[in-house]
């Protein structure tokens, strides 16, 4: 398997099936976690040095954190029924609980807390909708945790890319500090496919093509994105899903576009 690519695998103890850091990706800022609860199992932690989202993906939970309560959130049953989450956001030196009502997936985004905010609730009402690109370039973003919204160091959103359309593009990179042009960010990409014998395409490449990856990418699947450009395929049949978590050391997404394939912004 390519090296960028971290499979889901069968749940653990505390329903853990997927699960990069730090440490494993090689880099400084971001963690991601994919847990799967049967009803009444719970998931507690401790976030100690990181701010932590939590996006009940699919389900319904009770939710618990800074001293906060939150029963029975939730509202789709299944990521492509493509309304938007519940997630809860929990700051670092804090403990969150949630406790499954239905079988429940559960994605944990992990950066480094400052202590600068409070745990809350963030409702589907909360999560704008916004449609982006035009023609078979269209797709429909869910802002989960943007920029505007109170955080120290992430930055959440899931995209729904129709079948046979693309996504992340025209392509684009943020792997440079260089403010107010491009911050640099690291990325990861929690891929799901429909029907789910499917697949998704991306590739990962830098314009020197000292990184140059296309993958091919399965229902489950989380691909690292450490530099580069990364543009995203559904393949005609196969609607696909991602979840994206973006942090570094400045909290903004300022990107650099490939410049061979800036012209399509011009059309």
């Given at each position: 398997?390519?090296?960028?690519?971290?499979?889901?695998?069968?749940?653990?103890?505390?329903?853990?099936?997927?699960?990069?850091?730090?440490?494993?990706?090689?880099w400084?800022?971001?963690?991601?976690?994919?847990?799967?609860?049967?009803?009444?199992?719970?998931?507690?932690?401790?976030?100690?040095?990181?701010?932590?989202?939590?996006?009940?993906?699919?389900?319904?939970?009770?939710?618990?954190?800074?001293?906060?309560?939150?029963?029975?959130?939730?509202?789709?049953?299944?990521i492509?029924?493509?309304?938007?989450?519940?997630?809860?956001?929990?700051?670092?030196e804090s403990?969150?609980?949630?406790?499954?009502?239905?079988?429940?997936?559960?994605?944990?985004?992990?950066?480094?807390?400052?202590?600068?905010?409070?745990?809350?609730?963030?409702?589907?009402?909360q999560?704008?909708?916004?449609?982006?690109?035009?023609?078979?370039?269209?797709?429909?973003?869910?802002?989960?945790?943007?920029?505007?919204?109170?955080a120290?160091?992430?930055?959440v959103?899931?995209?729904?890319?129709?079948?046979?359309?693309?996504?992340?593009?025209?392509?684009?990179?943020h792997?440079?500090?260089?403010?107010?042009?491009?911050?640099?960010?690291?990325?990861?990409?929690?891929?799901?496919?429909?029907?789910?014998?499917?697949?998704?395409?991306?590739?990962?490449?830098?314009?020197?093509?000292?990184?140059?990856?296309?993958?091919?990418?399965?229902?489950?699947?989380?691909?690292?994105?450490p530099?580069?450009?990364?543009?995203?395929?559904a393949?005609?049949?196969?609607?696909?899903?991602?979840?994206?978590?973006?942090?570094?050391?400045?909290?903004?997404?300022?990107?650099?576009?490939?410049?061979?394939?800036?012209?399509?912004?011009?059309?």
């Amino acid at each position: 398997m390519n090296r960028l690519i971290v499979p889901t695998g069968e749940p653990n103890a505390d329903g853990t099936v997927l699960r990069i850091t730090p440490e494993s990706a090689g880099w400084t800022y971001v963690g991601f976690e994919v847990c799967r609860l049967a009803p009444g199992q719970i998931l507690q932690r401790s976030t100690n040095d990181q701010e932590v989202c939590l996006v009940l993906l699919s389900g319904f939970a009770d939710a618990e954190a800074g001293g906060q309560a939150w029963p029975n959130i939730g509202r789709r049953m299944d990521i492509f029924e493509r309304i938007p989450p519940y997630a809860v956001y929990v700051p670092n030196e804090s403990e969150y609980r949630l406790t499954a009502l239905t079988d429940a997936e559960v994605a944990i985004c992990s950066a480094p807390g400052k202590g600068g905010h409070g745990a809350r609730l963030i409702t589907p009402e909360q999560v704008a909708a916004e449609p982006r690109g035009y023609g078979n370039m269209s797709r429909t973003i869910h802002n989960i945790l943007p920029e505007q919204e109170p955080a120290d160091s992430l930055l959440v959103v899931e995209v729904f890319t129709p079948n046979g359309n693309w996504s992340s593009y025209p392509p684009h990179r943020h792997d440079e500090e260089d403010l107010p042009r491009q911050s640099y960010l690291e990325e990861t990409y929690y891929h799901r496919v429909q029907p789910g014998h499917g697949f998704a395409v991306q590739r990962v490449y830098t314009d020197d093509r000292s990184l140059d990856e296309t993958l091919t990418v399965r229902n489950g699947e989380a691909v690292m994105v450490p530099k580069g450009y990364h543009p995203v395929s559904a393949a005609p049949g196969y609607d696909n899903y991602y979840l994206n978590v973006m942090a570094g050391p400045v909290r903004t997404w300022k990107f650099h576009n490939d410049p061979e394939h800036e012209w399509l912004f011009r059309k």
